[in-house]
């Protein structure tokens, strides 16, 4: 067989067996995170911090302010739009594919003094963000996208930040012994390496400013990692 018909992991993913998989989960915080709500509050926390840290590093952010426009891409059913975003950003819009996850947010009460702002019903593929944002928040979610999907959603979310807004990824880290990305069958995606996603980041036209692992979850899940990214032209 030659190498140029082998077929990469993100080769497979399929956005409609995908959003199938997600219309069969129950809207609930059980759902999003997979059978493990404990979670929850941990990862929150873990997100807050992070984006304390960043906010400290890259100056002349006034950390005790709010940030104005926020998006949560791949939203589910708002848990991260309600128990963070809302807490540091005076708008926030969400872009979420599965219409009854999307309508979960729209009825549901910010935790925070933010208001829910636009809410799109789109795969992140087809998303071409019209709006100026401080914060673009991704969180597992990105591994529905094949790599040029996701280079190219990158490079559209870049033209779309403020001067002073970051990209944030938030995702599981593949701990293949080859080093290798990963492919779920169950709920189509791919899991990547750190290596492959430093590599989309590049060829994006993003540098990373800060990235760290998320701390305090079960040792049975991925590892997962922070990446805060801005364009390399900013």
Not at 51 to 70: N, V
Not at 85 to 110: G, H, N, T
Request: hydrophobic fraction near 35%.
């Amino acid at each position: 067989m030659s190498s140029a018909s082998v077929q990469s992991p993100d080769d497979r993913i399929s956005h409609s067996d995908a959003l199938a998989y997600w219309n069969s989960v129950s809207p609930t915080v059980n759902g999003m995170l997979g059978g493990y709500p404990q979670i929850s509050r941990i990862d929150l926390r873990g997100s807050a911090n992070f984006l304390a840290k960043l906010r400290r590093q890259c100056t002349p952010h006034d950390t005790q302010r709010t940030l104005g426009r926020g998006v949560d891409c791949g939203a589910g059913i708002g848990r991260v739009t309600m128990g963070f975003l809302s807490k540091v950003c005076d708008i926030v819009d969400v872009v979420e594919p599965v219409e009854k996850f999307a309508m979960e947010v729209k009825s549901a009460k910010m935790i925070g003094n933010g208001l829910l702002g636009e809410i799109y019903v789109t795969g992140l593929e087809d998303w071409k963000p019209e709006k100026k944002y401080d914060v673009i928040w991704n969180q597992w979610c990105l591994g529905h996208l094949t790599d040029k999907q996701l280079v190219a959603y990158f490079k559209r979310c870049s033209k779309t930040l403020t001067n002073e807004g970051w990209i944030v990824v938030k995702e599981n880290m593949c701990t293949n012994t080859d080093k290798a990305d990963a492919f779920d069958i169950v709920d189509n995606s791919v899991t990547r390496t750190d290596i492959k996603l430093r590599e989309i980041f590049e060829e994006a036209g993003l540098l990373l400013v800060k990235t760290e692992l998320q701390l305090g979850f079960p040792k049975e899940l991925y590892p997962v990692r922070f990446y805060a990214l801005r364009p390399r032209n900013s």
